[in-house]
């Protein structure tokens, strides 16, 4: 059985950081495509942040250079690495592993809740 659990959210000021992660078990990150989604409120669930099989890494615009995914394998989590956060990036942040494009996804973690307040 796989699951994915997330931590780390919590509240912050605009300009802070925070590092999410997402402990894996039943599936191992460093076969699998995973990546980091988020939902605002009243807003559609978007990827975020991609990490592939072979440890290539892809952002939405909207976060590059602010935020950083990576992968420990030996740890079996995968992290999202938050700096310069804004109002804007509130949501529940999600952990998933899918297909190399993260168009169809394997399983979804539980969600943590990020708040940035300005």
């Known amino acids: 059985q796989v699951q994915l659990v997330e931590s780390g959210g919590g509240l912050v000021q605009a300009g802070g950081s925070l590092r999410l992660s997402c402990a894996a078990s039943?599936?191992?990150?460093?076969?699998?495509?995973a990546g980091w989604y988020r939902q605002g409120s009243g807003k559609q669930r978007e990827l975020v942040a991609r990490?592939?099989?072979?440890?290539?890494?892809s952002y939405v615009d909207s976060v590059k250079g602010r935020f950083t995914i990576s992968r420990d394998s030996a740890k079996n989590t995968v992290y999202l690495q938050m700096n310069s956060l804004k109002p804007e990036d509130t949501a529940v942040y999600y952990c998933a592993v899918g297909d190399y494009s993260m168009a169809s996804i394997k399983s979804w973690g539980q969600g943590t809740q990020v708040t940035v307040s300005s």
């Open positions: 990490i592939t099989m072979g440890g290539s890494t």
């Open positions: 039943g599936i191992m990150f460093s076969i699998n495509h």
